[in-house]
């Protein structure tokens, strides 16, 4: 079982900047993708950034060049950087791990943090 806890979010004015944290309890594998997802009121949750144990990253077309997503193994904990945000950005942000497994796919998910973009 993996355990994750999310820190980071906030309220920052439009041209901003935020870092969030998430790390991991329980075993975390080489084969295990982390990521970040966000859901905003009314909207669906979409992937914002996905990160390999190698270190090999994925973005939303919408954070391109203003965010990224980074990972330490040895703390099982991955990052997300966050520069320029914008309104649309505001968001409840929920840390990930994906876990396939013999053609199983699980999904593991913090409790969200919230993230705020106003002036």
């Known amino acids: 079982q993996v355990q994750l806890v999310e820190s980071g979010g906030g309220l920052v004015q439009p041209g901003g900047s935020l870092r969030l944290s998430c790390t991991a309890s329980?075993?975390?594998?080489?084969?295990?993708?982390m990521g970040w997802y966000r859901q905003a009121p009314g909207r669906q949750r979409e992937l914002v950034a996905a990160i390999t144990s190698a270190s090999e990253p994925s973005y939303a077309e919408s954070v391109k060049g203003r965010f990224t997503i980074s990972r330490d193994n040895a703390k099982n904990t991955v990052y997300l950087e966050m520069n320029s945000l914008k309104p649309e950005d505001t968001a409840v942000y929920y840390c990930?791990?994906?876990?396939?497994?013999?053609?199983?796919?699980?999904?593991?998910w913090g409790q969200g943090t919230q993230v705020t973009v106003s002036s």
């Open positions: 329980g075993t975390i594998f080489s084969f295990d993708i």
């Open positions: 990930n791990v994906k876990r396939v497994l013999s053609s199983l796919t699980n999904n593991y």
